[in-house]
């Protein structure tokens, strides 16, 4: 999943303020050298022409695919370990090494390189040619994210020739059924080779996004946090019986009890460091009505009646609080009996420092309903009678090492766009590294044109020049990043 939705609600606030500040085309600043356009592009090529969809597809492939090239730039194989659960989940892990006797953790990179499903009679072009058409690299993955596999496969190959050593090792991590599938690679990884996996912080370029409106930039978002997914399972039994004897104990109506509390009930309202510094950052550029209720919004104590005309929208209520929606529902056995189970599927998208099981537990407490199973379905759809323990981390507030570089950067590139830490309200990958203690961040420096995002769709499309100034950004933040 890459989402940079944020970014672009960013862009539309300061459209509508009619604020110049940032309205940079995207040409300016440094330019990716011919060099590395070509290798970038034949990479990027090589990726997408390699399906990796989890029904037919193979990750070890595009794995292998991008061994064999920094293989020939140069990288040890010891340095290059394809390590996975099955033959078709061969994650890789690169790493490229610092200094000598550098006491500095790591930085760890993680990126997907399975793809969502993509058919062949739904496209215009086939999904696993790479096809350029009109300024567009098309295929399956040419925005989540084969882009940014090619992009920081690139920036190794160019920061090896260029005889760069960082002050601290590299590690890419290439992984496996991000996108679906049982074989996630970084949850595999983490617990099966964590040796390959410390970092002192992670980056993941399938979060977070620079925001593009008509060819010109308008602001870059970067996760900072994000929410955990988890569905829940609720079931109602009961005897059931003939249809001419109602009984008070139907099954339909007892789930119908509980999803009504469950409508009437929200979460509670909680900022964390990173919600808060996004909406800091957001009250500066909105227009005054909005900056006034954001404002509500931070004050200690809060003003409860900006706050309940704030999260009247959808997107502002998911930055606040656990969400939890009823999003499946089935029930009864024939048109003639009493039901004698209903159930349904509730869907929570959880706020960092709170628990699976924690939610379930406040879900039973909510429904006061004994008999309703409220069981959790993993991913792979287990179902199991308590939910994980784990939880994402209450965000720390964004750390410097990361954004100092970045902010440097990216005003080298776009000078004058807003660089704002958001918290995503999907999921990525990078819930994982945040659930082993690392703090990650979803950095990404590929501009996509508010109402082209195109990924999971069909004819999913990259704008050229974005993919090379993708490739410039990350070579350039990467050597920022490690520079003595
Ligand atoms: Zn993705």
Redesign the pocket.
């Known amino acids: ?2 989402l940079a939705v944020l970014s672009g609600m960013l862009g539309t606030l300061l459209a509508a303020q009619g604020a110049a500040m940032a309205q940079m085309p995207q040409a300016q600043g440094p330019q990716l050298p011919e060099q590395d356009k070509v290798l970038a592009r034949q990479l990027f090529k090589e990726f997408i022409e390699i399906n990796s969809q989890d029904s037919n597809g193979s990750v070890t492939a595009v794995a292998e695919a991008a061994r064999k090239e920094l293989l020939k730039a140069g990288f040890a194989p010891e340095d290059l370990v394809l390590a996975g659960p099955t033959p078709l989940k061969q994650n890789l892990v690169v790493r490229y090494r610092g200094a000598a006797g550098s006491k500095l953790k790591p930085i760890l990179i993680i990126g ?1 390189i399975d793809v969502v499903e993509a058919r062949r009679e739904d496209w215009t072009t086939d999904p696993y040619q790479f096809v350029e058409k009109d300024g567009y690299f098309y295929g399956r993955g040419t925005q ?2 084969k882009d940014s596999d090619a992009i920081v496969v690139e920036a190794f190959i160019r920061m090896k020739r260029e005889g760069w050593v960082p002050k601290r090792d590299i590690v890419l991590a290439l992984t496996a059924d ?2 679906g599938g049982k074989s996630n690679g970084v949850s595999w990884l983490l617990e099966h080779r964590p040796e390959l996996m410390k970092a002192e912080f992670v980056l993941n370029p ?1 979060a977070g996004g620079v925001g593009m409106r008509n060819g010109k930039v308008t602001s870059m978002g970067v996760e900072a946090t994000e929410k955990t997914y988890a569905d829940f399972k609720l079931t109602a039994t009961n005897a059931g019986g003939h249809s001419s004897l109602p009984r008070p104990d139907n099954a339909i109506y007892e789930l119908m009890h509980a999803l009504d509390a469950l409508e009437s009930h929200p979460f509670p309202i909680e900022l964390n460091p990173v919600t808060r510094a996004q909406l800091e950052e957001d009250a500066k550029i909105a227009e005054p009505a909005r900056a006034k209720l954001i404002h509500g919004v931070l004050a200690q104590p809060m003003d409860e009646k900006a706050v309940a005309e704030f999260v009247t929208k959808p997107t502002d209520n998911a930055l606040l609080r656990t969400t939890c929606v009823a999003t499946m529902l089935s029930g009864g056995h024939a048109p003639n009996a009493l039901p004698a189970m209903a159930t349904a599927n509730v869907n929570c998208r959880i706020l960092p420092g709170h628990s699976q099981e924690q939610v379930r537990q406040e879900l039973m407490k909510l429904f006061n309903d004994p008999k309703l199973k409220v069981e959790y379905v993993a991913d792979d759809g287990t179902v199991s009678e308590t939910a994980p323990n784990r939880e994402s981390l209450a965000p720390p507030p964004p750390l410097p090492a990361v954004f100092v570089p970045l902010r440097a950067v990216a005003g080298k590139m776009w000078p004058g766009m807003p660089v704002q830490p958001t918290m995503e309200v999907g999921a ?1 990958d990078s819930i994982y590294t945040m659930q082993a203690g690392l703090p990650s961040y979803g950095v990404n420096g590929v501009a996509i044109d508010e109402g082209d995002e195109r ?1 999971h769709g069909r004819d999913e499309r990259l704008k050229v020049e974005s993919f090379y100034r993708g490739s410039e950004f990350y070579y350039l933040f990467l050597m920022e990043l490690t520079k003595p």
Do not use: A, G, T, V
Request: proline content about 0%; glycine content about 0%.
């Open positions: 999943m890459r997907h989540d994210m991000e996108e399938d990525s990924m």
